[in-house]
């Protein structure tokens, strides 16, 4: 399930039905959109704009309850 938003799952390692908790990362996507962006010019602080944008981050799945990673969503995984 291919998603950056909080989903509910049945934990594999402890069996509980939570809802899982996600940590943002920089991907590769977001390295690639700040090394296109700083090629193309834009130097006065724009290569770090992908930083900031949620949208082009790898996001992981965490439980809340046991805090293992349950699966990892990679933004050019296909
Ligand atoms: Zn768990």
Redesign the pocket.
């Given at each position: 399930m291919p998603t950056s938003i909080p989903v509910q799952a049945v934990?594999p390692?402890?069996g509980?039905r939570?809802m899982t908790v996600t940590t943002y990362t920089p991907g590769l996507l977001t390295w690639l959109l700040c090394s296109g962006l700083f090629v193309f010019g834009c130097f006065l602080g724009c290569c770090l704009i992908p930083f900031c944008i949620r949208s082009t981050m790898d996001v992981t799945h965490s439980?809340p309850?046991?805090h293992?990673q349950i699966y990892y969503f990679h933004r050019l995984g296909l």
């Open positions: 934990c390692y402890c509980n939570i439980c309850m046991c293992h």
